[in-house]
């Protein structure tokens, strides 16, 4: 289930690039597949923890502890676009903010978790 196949792994080779960004759906099959194949090839493995998902938290949860636990770096969308970024002189900076501050307004189950339930 994983989406290292030869013509990933050769795409990947040839961007010469050392970090990969994760995020999908079956957090615990294809998700962690792919991870684990990624950090055996020596890659720094960002998983975008609020953008990848289980039919079960439970398989959500255990599978964003082992990717940890085996090397990869667990983070946030919102995280991750201010990183790629680096700094507010980005020319994509205000866009950027703007749509997270308006992201961050829409009701989600990652959301919720954090903050508690609405009063």
């Known amino acids: 289930f994983s989406m290292c196949t030869d013509e990933v792994k050769s795409h990947l080779k040839s961007l010469d690039k050392q970090s990969v960004v994760i995020f999908g759906i079956e957090s615990h099959v294809c998700v962690q597949q792919t991870c684990l194949d990624l950090l055996e090839d020596g890659k720094d493995v960002h998983i975008i923890a609020d953008s990848v ?11 964003l502890t082992r990717m940890s636990q085996a090397g990869a770096f667990l983070t946030t969308a919102q995280s991750a676009a201010f990183m790629l970024m680096q700094s507010a002189e980005h020319a994509n900076f205000k866009a950027v903010s703007k749509l997270t501050v308006e992201h961050m307004k829409l009701p989600n189950e990652f959301n919720e978790a954090m903050q508690g339930p609405s009063s």
């Open 53 to 63: 998902s289980s039919q079960q938290p439970y398989d959500r949860e255990m599978a």
